[in-house]
Structure formats: structure tokens, C-alpha cells
């Protein structure tokens, strides 16, 4: 259990600096680039690249964020209008089929990093071999995995309530952190 | 197969998902059955593919940008200026918004960054005053339509190159529809205004407003940089954006020191959260896209549609049928790209001005924006307000009859885009 | 198009006994454009030679995602056939690049063609190159020359060049390329270039005169410099292991007519370039300076052009230049 929470801490810091220094380094890059060419007229040649570099790698890494933060966009209308029963069903059963879709994606997009690592591609500025960039996809997708299964198994434990998506019942929240301490896995 | 995949996208859709599975998933399916032979790693390109292109790092930086001046002092400084002025007056926030989105999302060129921009501190004000939250949002996803009918709109840059039209016509000709969108939605709020008797606040004085102008003036530093910037070709539209970072970094960490250096990463990253939950479903819609695309759907149904020898105003209304359509499940520059080409003959045997026919599109790129289910404008004011997808979309229906209508009023007057050139 | 995706029997069959082949064609360009004209004519004339027997859907650019979105796919066979410039495959097959160097080309672009049809460096060496990535180049044609346009000054010499704010793309030979000139080369997205070179903040671009027409890149620009200091080339390729397992009547049937439309694409790409050529001349609502170089003023970009080929050979080659000193002396031998 100690491990456990030691891990997921150690992810939940690592998510956190991906997204909080991938946005600041596109608005360093931006700015730099502009403020570059206007005062010196030079444009850094590797700037935009690094923006997208960035860009690519909050995306993907924000999965798994979101979904401890329940903040993925959802069409959660007919859902509202549910029953509480059926509403917890579908609480466990979306994040489990949500999760197998993920590792489902891991899986393709590990080989296709495979595959790109095999053609030896770079990007264009930075000549940096592109699977690097690549690699973001799958880890991204299967944290998310992770963390949707997480979601489900919180579901089956706590059986007063639901926590899904826009509910946004957060369970990294402060004030909850009794509910984190009782269903961790 | 367009069957199945809707079907999928729908199902999935509604039992709540999170959205970016019906948008990764259907692809997948559709490829499974009727492609077995294809490499669904294809899929996994495109997902990286739909959020490389450049202009699309403008809405991390907008949304940092606002979260910097929300948190801090400048966005209620700028909004009390402007409140000083207009909060005696009917309705008189609502067309602020509206012309604050109109002129900034004709700067920026970009409907999301729009959202962000400019809808995060006005929702607060609009919500504050009496605003409830569905037309708040509404009023802003769809006033930030206007982005791709005025210059420099990227909607009609990408037309240009497809059909070989001339770019600075179709900016002229953007014009007038888009001062007509302006002024429908304008007396829209007023007589919403009135009806749902949203409350007035007192005239403000004279020396009460020059207080107020006192205070604004660093932050009114904003549109002077951001359109002194791009109109003097200091910077691009997306640097535009980085600038207006620097800007508020500079006000409210140097300046009012309202907002501690250690503070940034934390905004930041909330920033990085509402991008990634944006971006995913920009990611499964180029997905999504690439399947439709290799099989050729648009094409299919476009010929099936057509016939022989349409007449002009049959091929403007098809036009607006299928880019509306279109529009709704696909990004709206996509859209362009993949559809013009489909029509563009047909038009032209019609005898249909090229640059009228880019406005006409244009048009129904830029109501896609904010037309569900899939509407970037809606997604980024979901993330961006952290409010359910259907709360978004629940006060556009006023907006998107009134889009339909000078859609249709488009169709018959050629005159509307044609006038100025 | 939708049901099936049997590639076209690509296992090779016995013969032409009523078999079908369905194919795709992709291409970097929209309908219209010289690239997406040359993959319809080729379905066309490919139709007809088989009696109706090869069907092939030409896809034009947008919906299959980027260029070299467009690549990988060919590679990995989702699409039989595609038009692609060596631009976008050169972090990949690096000696690709050798087609963005400047004034490496003679300075006739029917000359230039010639070249590229006869040319044992690029039809033999650079082909092995590619097929080591399931690539097969079957031709190498150009869209025409590539012209340089600017705002403020017209670049007639080096010298104008001095601090001169061209877009170019991020590769660091074209960077490289640039710098010669003692120009700022500016990477900039293509999306924003329209906006940036009427505000002015990059001043000038390259592209071909079809393109300079059709992206009313000339409606922002005060000059357009007749330089041809390159060609656009591109490639019509197949995917290796695909062709390889054609029966010998498609593959005879596929080389032949790639082989016809050299000279029909040459005068598509002269068609088009000179019709936009006397679009830009003549429209006086967004009057464009044409400039041509004289013999002099070519010689002096070449000087300064020559110790990128050093770059190319130390920094770009895998091969140590030898495909580009072979094409060296190709090029020495046709031009004489
Ligand atoms: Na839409
Ligand atoms: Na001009």
C-alpha cells in the first residue's frame, strides 16, 4: 500500500511538472522567437519545433491528469437524467471500457513508435530522432489506462456514490483525502 | 460505414463517455471492418498529426494568458473600465462581449483562443450582473465565430489556396457578413436583455469612470500590443498570443506583484490540463477525419447529391448543407481542405463567383466552430469554464438559427460578399 | 470505394484474366495543381490501357493528414502509389535534400528535366536509397522552377540579401542555403505566411510561379524574382514491395506510362507556371515587379550557393556526397 502511494505521488508530481513546464516552455519559445527576431533579427530555427514538441507531449500526458481531475470533456445529459443504480453501473463499467481502449491505443501506438524508430526519422530543426516525441503517445495513453481503472475501482468501493467525469467528484482533492486514504489500491 | 460510424460515436457519445473514445474508437472499428488490411498505426500518426499545427499553440497561450490576468488584478481592471462605461446601458455587457470577441477573434484569428481570451474574464462579469451561465457561454462560443470571417481569417487563407482564389478578395468580401453576424447578435442581447430583465447598474460618473480609466491604463497596454503587434508585422498572430503572456507576467508579477514567480507553474499547469483536455478530441478528430478521407465518403455522397447540371443557387445550398454537415462532426478547417475541392467544380460550371463561394464556406467553417456535437469552441469553453458539454451547448440554439438565416440570406445575395470588392 | 480494401490483388495473379486492381494515388497537392493533375492523367491513361481493369482513386492533399503523414503511409502500404518531394522525406533519406541546394541545376528547366530523366545518381543510387525504406522513386519530374519574391527591395544580388527576412523552411541546409546569402532565414508555419508577408514580418518566400499564383502569395509581395536558383522536383513513387509483386504485364504497364508522363507533365507544370506568370504580370490591382536575373547576377548567387555543397557532403550525406558528386558530373556532361 505504501509503495503503491509512493508511486502514484511520484506520477501525479511527474504529470504535473510535464504540464505545468510544456506550457511555459511554449510561451518561452514563442515569446523568445519573436522578441528574438525584432531585437536581434534572428529566428532560433528550433523554436517552433520545441513548441510542438511540447504541445504533443501535455496533450498526451494530460490524459491520465484529467482523469485523476475528472475534467475529460463528456456528453454527460442522458446520464444526468439516470437513475442513481444505473448511473453507478455505467460509473464502473465506462472507466473499464474506457481504460481497455487506452492500453488498446497503447499498444498501436507502441508500435508505432517501433516503427518510426526503425525508419530512423529526425525532426527537421533539432535533427532529434522524432520517436522521442513519439514515445509521450504511448505512455501518456496508458497512464490514462491506469487512472480510468482506478476510477472504476474507486466506484466499486465507495457504493454511496459516483465519481465520474463532469460529477468532478475529486479525489485528489484536500478535503477528500479521507476517501483517497481508504480505497487506494 | 458512415452508418456504423455514427451509430458508434453516437452510442458511446450518450452513455457519457469521455468524448475523446467515440472519437478514437470509431476510426478504429471502421477500420477493423472495412479496412483489415490497413495498419491502425495509421491512426496513431494522425492523432499526433491533428495537434502539430503551428497556429494551434495561440490557445494554450491565450488560456495562459487569461489564467495569468484572472488570478491577478488586470482582468477585473480592464472589465471595471468597461463596465464604467456601458453597465447603465441595456444590454450593454452583452454587446461588449460580442464586439470584444469580434474584434479579438478577427485579430487573433483563431475562434478558440477567442473563447479563452476574451470569454474567461467576460463570463465572470456576465455572470455577475445576472447572466445565467448557458447564454453567457453561448453568447461567447458563437461571437467568436466572427475569428474566421474577417482578416487575417485562416478559414479563408486555406480556401484561397485550395480553389486559387485571390486571398485578399475573399478578406474584403469577409466583411460584410461578418458586421451582419455582429449587429444580429448585438440586438439579439439587447432584446434578451430586456426580457429576461437583467438588472442595470448605476451611471457611473465622470470622475468616477476617469478613477477607473486611471487603473486601466497598463492593462489597456493589451489590445495596443496585440493589434500594434500583428498589424505592424511586429509579430505573427500566434506570437501575438505568446506576447500577451509576457504581458501579463510583466503587470502582474513585476507590476502589482498580485501573482508570486513560484505561482506560475501552478497556473500553468492548470493551463496544461484544460489544453491536454481540449487537445485529445483535436487529436481524435484528425483520426477520424483519415478514415472518412481514405474512404472516400465525401466524395460518394457529394456525386450522389449533385446530378448532372445544378443550377447556382441548388449547388450554394448544397454547399451549405454539406459544409454545415460536415462542420459538425469535423474540424472546420479540415473541413475546407477536403470539401472545397468536392464542390468547387460544380460551382464554377453554376456560375458562382470563386470569392463569393469562399465566403459561403467560410460561413459554415465559422458556425462549425461553435455547431455540436463536435465544436472545438465548445469543447475549449467546457475545459476552459470546467462546465459540462451539454451546459456549453444549451443557449446556442438563438445563435444558430440566426447563423442559418444569413447562411440563407448568403444563398440568395451574392451582392453581401461581392459589394465592397 | 468503400466496402473491401483488397489493395488490388498486389499478389501478382496470372494474368489478365478479368482480374481488377484497385489502387490509390496520393498526392501533396490539391485539385488543380500540377502534382494532383499528373496523378489523375496517370489513372486515366492507366484505365484505358488496361481496358478498365485498374482502377485508381487519386487522393488530393488534406484529409490523409501531412506530407509526411503521406510518406509513412505509402511505406506501410495503406496507399499503392504516391506523389512526393524529396523535401518532406528528408529526415528520412537524407540524401534527398541534394534537390534543395541552389543553382546545382542548370538554369533551363527543360534542361534540368532531361537531367532528371537521365540521371544514373538519382534513377539508380538515390532510388536504392529509398527502397531501403520500401520507397521506389519510379521518376523524378519538376514543377518548375523555384523564384524567389520579396517586399521593399528586389533581390537581384547577394547583397540584397543583407538582413533580408526570408521564410524558409527549418532544414538546416536551407537555413544554411540562406545564411550564404547573408539573409535571416525566418522558419515560419505555411499557415501564417500569407498574413506575415503582407505585414511585413518576413519579407520574401520561395515557391514556383503555379504556387506564388495560387497561394496570392504575389498579392503581398512587391517583386518576384525569376531566379530558378532550384527546382520544386517531385517523385512519383510506389511502395517497393507492392511493385516487386506485380505480375510482369502491370509492372510493364505501370513503368511504361510513368515513363510517358515525364513529357506530358513537363508540359503541364510549363502551362500552368506561365499562365500564372502572365496572371501575376498583369494584374495591376497587386502589381508585382518580375525581375529576371542576368548571367552575371546568377554567377554571383552560385559562388556564394557553392560552399553549401560542402555542407550537404559534410552534414546532410550518409554517403559522403558520392551521389551528389556523381549528379555533379552528370550535370557537367549534359550541360556542355
Ligand atoms: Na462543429
Ligand atoms: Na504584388
Known amino acids: ?185 | 460505414m458512415v452508418a456504423t460510424l455514427l451509430t458508434i460515436m453516437v452510442v458511446l457519445l450518450l452513455l457519457n463517455f469521455p468524448m475523446m473514445i467515440p472519437l478514437m474508437v470509431a476510426p478504429l472499428i471502421v477500420m477493423f471492418i472495412y479496412f483489415p488490411n490497413l495498419d491502425p498505426m495509421i491512426l496513431m500518426q494522425q492523432f499526433s498529426t491533428g495537434i502539430e499545427p503551428y497556429v494551434l499553440l495561440a490557445v494554450p497561450l491565450f488560456i495562459f494568458a487569461a489564467d495569468i490576468m484572472t488570478t491577478g488584478k488586470t482582468s477585473n481592471r480592464l472589465l471595471d473600465f468597461i463596465g464604467s462605461f456601458i453597465g447603465h446601458i441595456r444590454g450593454g455587457y452583452a454587446v461588449t462581449t460580442a464586439a470584444a470577441c469580434t474584434l479579438f477573434g478577427a485579430i487573433s484569428g483563431s475562434t478558440q483562443a477567442t473563447v479563452v481570451a476574451i470569454g474567461k474574464p467576460m463570463r465572470e462579469r456576465l455572470l455577475k450582473i445576472g447572466y445565467k451561465d448557458p447564454t453567457a457561454m453561448a453568447l461567447i462560443i458563437n461571437s467568436s465565430d466572427v475569428a474566421l470571417l474577417v482578416p487575417p481569417s485562416i478559414g479563408m487563407i486555406i480556401y484561397g489556396l485550395v480553389s486559387g482564389t485571390s486571398v485578399g478578395d475573399l478578406f474584403i468580401a469577409g466583411i460584410i457578413p461578418g458586421i451582419i453576424v455582429f449587429l444580429s447578435f448585438a440586438i439579439y442581447s439587447i432584446v434578451y436583455a430586456k426580457v429576461a430583465n437583467i438588472p442595470l447598474a448605476n451611471k457611473a460618473t465622470w470622475s468616477e469612470r476617469w478613477q477607473l480609466t486611471r487603473k486601466a491604463i497598463l492593462p489597456l497596454g493589451f489590445p495596443v500590443i496585440i493589434i500594434g503587434g500583428i498589424y505592424t508585422g511586429l509579430f505573427s498572430p500566434t506570437e501575438a498570443a505568446g506576447m500577451s503572456v509576457l504581458y501579463a507576467f510583466v503587470l502582474e508579477v513585476l507590476i502589482y506583484r498580485s501573482i508570486h514567480i513560484k505561482e506560475l507553474p501552478k497556473i500553468a499547469r492548470s493551463t496544461g490540463l484544460v489544453t491536454s483536455a481540449v487537445f485529445v478530441l483535436v487529436a481524435g478528430g484528425q483520426a477520424f477525419t483519415w478514415v472518412i478521407s481514405f474512404a472516400r465518403v465525401p466524395q460518394m455522397i457529394s456525386e450522389a447529391v449533385l446530378g448532372a447540371d445544378p443550377s447556382a443557387v441548388y449547388v450554394l445550398l448544397m454547399v451549405t448543407i454539406f459544409f454545415f454537415v460536415g462542420c459538425m462532426f469535423v474540424d472546420p478547417i479540415v473541413v475546407i481542405l477536403v470539401l472545397t475541392p468536392i464542390f468547387y467544380p460544380a460551382a464554377m460550371d453554376a456560375g458562382i463567383d470563386p470569392v463569393h463561394l469562399g465566403v459561403v464556406i467560410t460561413f459554415q467553417a465559422a458556425l462549425g466552430s461553435a455547431t455540436p456535437p463536435f465544436g472545438v469552441d465548445i469543447f475549449t469553453a467546457s475545459a476552459v469554464f470546467n462546465k459540462p458539454y451539454l451546459e456549453v451547448i444549451k443557449g446556442t440554439p438563438p445563435y444558430i438559427v440566426m447563423m442559418v438565416a444569413i447562411s440563407i440570406l448568403l444563398i440568395f445575395f451574392e451582392e453581401l460578399s461581392l459589394l465592397l470588392l | 470505394a468503400c466496402g473491401g480494401d483488397e489493395g488490388g490483388s498486389a499478389d501478382g495473379g496470372e494474368g489478365s484474366s478479368g482480374e481488377t486492381y484497385d489502387w490509390r494515388f496520393v498526392t501533396e497537392e490539391v485539385d488543380g495543381q500540377v502534382q494532383y493533375e499528373y496523378a489523375e492523367e496517370f489513372a486515366k491513361r492507366m484505365n484505358e490501357k488496361s481496358d478498365g481493369a485498374v482502377n485508381i482513386d487519386v487522393y488530393e492533399f488534406g484529409g490523409l493528414g501531412s506530407e509526411t503523414d503521406q510518406v509513412e503511409q505509402l511505406q506501410n502500404g495503406a496507399v499503392e502509389l504516391a506523389v512526393m518531394s524529396p523535401g518532406f522525406t528528408g529526415n528520412m533519406v537524407k540524401e534527398g535534400q541534394i534537390f534543395a541546394l541552389h543553382f546545382l541545376f542548370p538554369d533551363s528547366v527543360e534542361k534540368t528535366q532531361e537531367i532528371l530523366n537521365d540521371s544514373e545518381a538519382l534513377n539508380t543510387d538515390l532510388r536504392e536509397r529509398y527502397e531501403e525504406f520500401s520507397i521506389s522513386p519510379l521518376s523524378y519530374w519538376t514543377e518548375g522552377a523555384m523564384q524567389w519574391t520579396s517586399s521593399g527591395t528586389a533581390l537581384e544580388e547577394p547583397a540584397d540579401f543583407q538582413n533580408f527576412k526570408m521564410r524558409t523552411q527549418t532544414s538546416p541546409l536551407i537555413l544554411e542555403s540562406y545564411r550564404a546569402y547573408d539573409a535571416e532565414p525566418t522558419p515560419m508555419s505555411w499557415s501564417e505566411l500569407y498574413t506575415a508577408l503582407d505585414r511585413g514580418t518576413v519579407e520574401g518566400q520561395e515557391n514556383p510561379i503555379f504556387f506564388i499564383g495560387d497561394a496570392s502569395f504575389y498579392e503581398v509581395q512587391d517583386y518576384m524574382t525569376v531566379s530558378n536558383h532550384n527546382n520544386y522536383v517531385a517523385m512519383t513513387t510506389v511502395n517497393t514491395e507492392w511493385y516487386e509483386g506485380l505480375n510482369d504485364e502491370m509492372k510493364t504497364m505501370v513503368d511504361e506510362t510513368v515513363q510517358e508522363m515525364q513529357q506530358w507533365v513537363f508540359d503541364e507544370q510549363k502551362a500552368q507556371n506561365e499562365e500564372w506568370l502572365e496572371t501575376i504580370r498583369n494584374d495591376e490591382e497587386n502589381p508585382t515587379e518580375i525581375v529576371e536575373l542576368t548571367e552575371e547576377q546568377r554567377q554571383m548567387f552560385k559562388d556564394k550557393a557553392m560552399p553549401v555543397r560542402d555542407f550537404y557532403r559534410e552534414n546532410v550525406s550518409t554517403v559522403d556526397g558520392e551521389i551528389l558528386d556523381k549528379l555533379q558530373e552528370e550535370i557537367s556532361a549534359a550541360t556542355e
Request: charged content about 20%; overall charge neutral.
Open chain 1, 1 to 185: 500500500m505504501k509503495l503503491f502511494k509512493l508511486i502514484d505521488n511520484f506520477i501525479v508530481k511527474l504529470e504535473e511538472f510535464i504540464l505545468s513546464y510544456a506550457v511555459i516552455i511554449i510561451a518561452l519559445m514563442v515569446v523568445g522567437k519573436a522578441l528574438s527576431r525584432a531585437i536581434f533579427s534572428y529566428t532560433p530555427p528550433f523554436a517552433d519545433e520545441v513548441s510542438q514538441i511540447a504541445i504533443v507531449v501535455a496533450t498526451f500526458m494530460g490524459i491520465s491528469y484529467a482523469a485523476r481531475k475528472g475534467r475529460h470533456i463528456s456528453m454527460s445529459a442522458f446520464y444526468d437524467l439516470a437513475p442513481f443504480k444505473a448511473r453507478k453501473v455505467l460509473s464502473i463499467l465506462i472507466p473499464l471500457v474506457t481504460s481497455i481502449v487506452l492500453f488498446l491505443l497503447t499498444y498501436y501506438s507502441a508500435l508505432y513508435v517501433v516503427n518510426v524508430y526503425e525508419d530512423g526519422t529526425v525532426t527537421s530543426a533539432l535533427q532529434m530522432p522524432k520517436y522521442y516525441l513519439y514515445l509521450f503517445i504511448p505512455i501518456g495513453f496508458f497512464l490514462g489506462g491506469v487512472q480510468f481503472l482506478r476510477n472504476m475501482w474507486i466506484n466499486i468501493k465507495d457504493r454511496d456514490a459516483v465519481y465520474l467525469g463532469t460529477d468532478a467528484k475529486d479525489y485528489n482533492d484536500k478535503e477528500k483525502e479521507e476517501i483517497v486514504e481508504e480505497t487506494h489500491l
